[in-house]
């Protein structure tokens, strides 16, 4: 069993960046794509980021392309996401998600999730 753990959530002012951390257990993480979500309040859950197993594809929403960065080292089996230039309504509980197969901005698609992480962005 895939086993999925968030950190690095936090409050932060607008402009400030934080970095998430999404750490894997239960299977050879090598072999695991691993997407990060997020929810607002009263709105649906979202993808924000992917990197696929071998790293060599990574893909981002449009609300975050060019401010957000996901990378993988498969020696810590972790998943980090670089979160800069960070805006009030990137504010929602982050969560990272896994499957083996490609990534999907497809949330049926991840089998495995995390409790997820607060990211708080204040104006």
């Known amino acids: 069993e895939v086993q999925l753990v968030e950190s690095g959530g936090g409050l932060v002012q607008a402009g400030g960046s934080l970095r998430l951390s999404c750490a894997a257990s239960?299977?050879?993480?090598?072999?695991?794509?691993i997407g990060w979500f997020r929810q607002a309040p009263g709105k649906e859950r979202e993808g924000v980021s992917c990197?696929?197993?071998?790293?060599?594809?990574?893909s981002y929403g449009d609300s975050v392309q060019g401010r957000f960065t996901i990378s993988r080292d498969n020696t810590k089996n972790t998943v980090y996401l670089q979160m800069n230039s960070l805006k009030p309504e990137d504010t929602a509980v982050y969560f990272c998600?896994?499957?083996?197969?490609?990534?999907?901005?497809?949330?049926?698609?991840?089998?495995?999730w995390g409790r997820g992480t607060q990211v708080t962005v204040s104006s």
């Open positions: 998600a896994a499957n083996f197969d490609f990534c999907t901005w497809s949330k049926d698609e991840y089998p495995y």
């Open positions: 990197i696929s197993r071998s790293a060599q594809t990574t």
């Open positions: 239960g299977f050879a993480f090598g072999g695991l794509t």
